[in-house]
């Protein structure tokens, strides 16, 4: 593994809104700020709709920031001239969440994977972009065969590979992975996972791994970020998040995972969030999270709390811990 | 305990031009009043096809259900009903949850009139009554507001509000049975967890048999009073949920087993996974069809289907590894705990 000194991304003060109309904005990502090393995995968990998708397109400049910036090796991603564009767009690869949609049904898998090597013009003849693809096959574990097939051909787990030697092929640095385990059997999560922890090793790859799966994403992190209504609420090294998880939605998120264990899991106490998700249009001053919390205090509801550090880098947002 | 469905060789084959795939090879299976029963496999290896034939859902043709294959609800052939009898049958006595709440409510009926369907149809209630009906169906599955969310469209409610609409939808009726087909799968764990809990109130409350379909054996610890192991449409392990978790002895529920994610693993070691895919289900199976998987495969898996072995009264396995002369192989250190 590459040493962890060197910062790769540095995310500073992140927004992302979105107008939904004259009065109403949906504030998916609000002041986020963050930064993942060379050759870390930083984790992105939480619910549906919490905003760590769109954070994450935000990073790789799918999406336009509202405010804030994206520095990538110190340059502001979002204020690229064209030619470094295409250059951080060859760095910065992205992994889709549905590997059923995220497959253009009417082309080959090879050429699926060439489509971005054609693009930055990584071959100079047509028998080195075949053994190029044919290279990247075998990496993620399918057959060059598949080079020839078309996406309805390939399970659920296939596709997913085809998904990440499409991200590879242009030699990244950096990949998000959004969800690239949450539309599989838990025998084919642990495959993908293997594998993505196995590229990374031999390739040197940095990630920003999004799920809502706490239990992978503590397996495959260096550091977790715990998101909720578009704000970080917690965030440490995943060893550290694990034993001692400080906000009180953290510790909820981690007795909802399913230990597979009868008497584990009749003897454990489950605290069960009520409500969904609240809308993160137009939200209301104060924590995000005091609606479903039970230890909300009056302060809660009046000003957001900030990210501060306990120590060790475990960095927590909620007034239980900020004295 | 009595039985409320008594399965017995149920086979079921789909045609299809390449062939006749055979999804569910022989089952057999009861169902207790009151239990909750987890048929636990991965994707393809026959489980929803099992969960809709009770109910006779796979559309015919290309499905088939084979000669011989009989399943009893309270001592009435449901293979053998009339169109009005089935008609009658779902819904009021069993009914269905299913695997994906955005795509299984009718995205322009407004989720009240969603509920009274059934209600006006099986119980032959008027559309006040069964308004009524529906916006205590709603409240019991624990949506707020219910009063007027049943004039909202899918449309409007998260992902694991639908889930409750459809639960509501599936216990209107009070039904006898309920199948879950991977209900939460879906959803995110926390809202997971709400949901199997409120399952879990409702099956207490109601004294409804539950029919859990999942691939997640995370899933149905806390759960299920039975699991059921399938495979390639059979069945390879049954038994009560400390049978499979702490006494399993097919290879195959080892590997089911130690493909959860331990959240007290060290990091980033290797994760267990279970290597290749499920057999084709077009070819003839020989032999076991987890030998090419399986890491203990002998000569004779390869050559004759294995055959049950009963190990005491609730559990059973088939594997060649609990005939006498096969050698002893040592369980994975996951089951080992209770031994």
């Known amino acids: 593994m590459a040493k962890l000194h060197e910062e790769l991304i540095q995310v500073n003060n992140l927004k992302k809104y979105f107008r939904i109309s004259r009065k109403s904005v949906l504030k998916a990502v609000d002041d986020v700020s963050f930064s993942i090393k060379k050759g870390e995995t930083l984790g992105l968990v939480g619910e549906s709709g919490c905003g760590k998708s769109t954070c994450g397109r935000t990073v790789v400049g799918l999406y336009d920031a509202t405010g804030g910036s994206v520095l990538y090796e110190g340059k502001d991603v979002h204020r690229l001239k064209k030619d470094e564009k295409l250059q951080f767009k060859k760095n910065a690869q992205y992994i889709f969440q549905d590997p059923y949609a995220s497959l253009d049904p009417r082309m080959t898998i090879g050429d699926i994977i060439g489509e971005g090597m054609d693009v930055h013009q990584m071959h100079s003849n047509e028998k080195e972009r075949t053994a190029r693809i044919h290279e990247l096959l075998e990496l993620v574990g399918l057959n060059p065969e598949h080079a020839v097939r078309y996406p309805h051909e390939l399970s659920g787990g296939q596709r997913q590979r085809v998904g990440i030697a499409r991200a590879l092929a242009v030699e990244p640095e950096f990949i998000v992975c959004d969800e690239p385990i949450s539309a599989l059997d838990v025998s084919i999560q642990a495959q993908i996972v293997n594998l993505l922890i196995e590229l990374q090793e031999n390739l040197d790859l940095t990630y920003l791994f999004i799920s809502h799966d706490l239990s992978m994403v503590k397996h495959i992190s260096n550091r977790v970020a715990v998101m909720y209504l578009g704000v970080i609420v917690e965030l440490a090294s995943s060893e550290e998040l694990y034993k001692n998880a400080l906000h009180p939605y953290t510790k909820a998120l981690m007795s909802a995972i399913p230990v597979p264990d009868p008497d584990v899991e009749s003897s454990r106490e489950r605290i069960i969030l009520p409500g969904d998700v609240p809308s993160p249009i137009n939200p209301p001053p104060g924590c995000k999270f005091q609606g479903r919390c039970k230890y909300a205090m009056p302060i809660c509801k009046e000003k957001t709390p900030e990210l501060v550090d306990q120590g060790d880098g475990h960095f927590v947002a909620c007034y239980l811990h900020n004295k | 305990m009595d039985k409320i469905l008594d399965v017995k060789n149920l086979g079921v084959s789909f045609h299809t031009y390449a062939g006749e795939v055979k999804a569910v090879r022989g089952i057999n299976f009861y169902l207790n009043r009151g239990e909750a029963l987890a048929l636990v496999g991965e994707s393809g290896c026959g489980k929803t096809v099992t969960a809709k034939s009770l109910m006779c859902l796979n559309p015919m043709p290309p499905a088939e259900i084979k000669d011989g294959s009989s399943i009893e609800y309270n001592g009435q052939e449901v293979l053998e009903m009339s169109k009005d009898e089935l008609r009658a049958f779902r819904g009021a006595e069993i009914s269905m949850v299913f695997q994906d709440p955005m795509t299984s409510l009718n995205p322009t009926m407004k989720i009240g009139d969603?509920?009274?369907?059934?209600?006006?149809?099986?119980?032959?209630?008027?559309?006040?009554?069964?308004?009524?009906?529906?916006?205590?169906?709603?409240?019991?599955?624990?949506?707020?507001?219910?009063?007027?969310?049943?004039?909202?469209?899918?449309?409007?409610?998260?992902?694991?509000?639908?889930?409750?609409?459809?639960?509501?939808?599936?216990?209107?009726?009070?039904?006898?049975?309920?199948?879950?087909?991977?209900?939460?799968?879906?959803?995110?764990?926390?809202?997971?967890?709400?949901?199997?809990?409120?399952?879990?109130?409702?099956?207490?409350?109601?004294?409804?048999?539950?029919?859990?379909?999942?691939?997640?054996?995370?899933v149905v610890a806390n759960f299920a009073d039975r699991i059921h192991v399938m495979y390639a449409g059979k069945i390879v392990e049954k038994g009560t949920t400390r049978d499979i978790f702490y006494r399993g002895e097919h290879p195959y529920t080892w590997a089911l087993l130690s493909s959860v994610p331990d959240l007290y693993a060290e990091n980033r070691k290797k994760l267990y996974s279970l290597e290749g895919t499920p057999p084709d289900l077009l070819l003839p199976l020989e032999g076991c069809p987890f030998a090419s998987r399986c890491k203990y495969c002998m000569q004779i898996c390869r050559e004759k289907m294995p055959p049950k072995t009963d190990i005491n009264e609730s559990h059973s396995v088939s594997c060649w590894l609990k005939h006498p002369s096969a050698?002893?192989?040592?369980?994975?250190?996951?089951?080992?705990?209770?031994?």
């Open chain 2, 114 to 218: 969603q509920i009274a369907e059934s209600l006006t149809t099986h119980m032959k209630l008027n559309k006040k009554e069964a308004l009524d009906k529906a916006v205590q169906m709603l409240e019991r599955v624990g949506i707020p507001e219910a009063e007027e969310r049943i004039n909202s469209y899918p449309h409007e409610f998260s992902g694991g509000m639908r889930q409750r609409v459809m639960i509501a939808i599936a216990l209107a009726c009070n039904p006898r049975i309920l199948i879950a087909d991977e209900p939460t799968t879906a959803l995110d764990v926390t809202i997971q967890a709400q949901v199997l809990e409120l399952l879990k109130e409702l099956q207490n409350e109601m004294g409804t048999s539950i029919i859990l379909v999942t691939h997640d054996l995370g």
């Open chain 2, 327 to 339: 050698p002893k192989v040592e369980k994975p250190h996951i089951l080992r705990r209770d031994v």
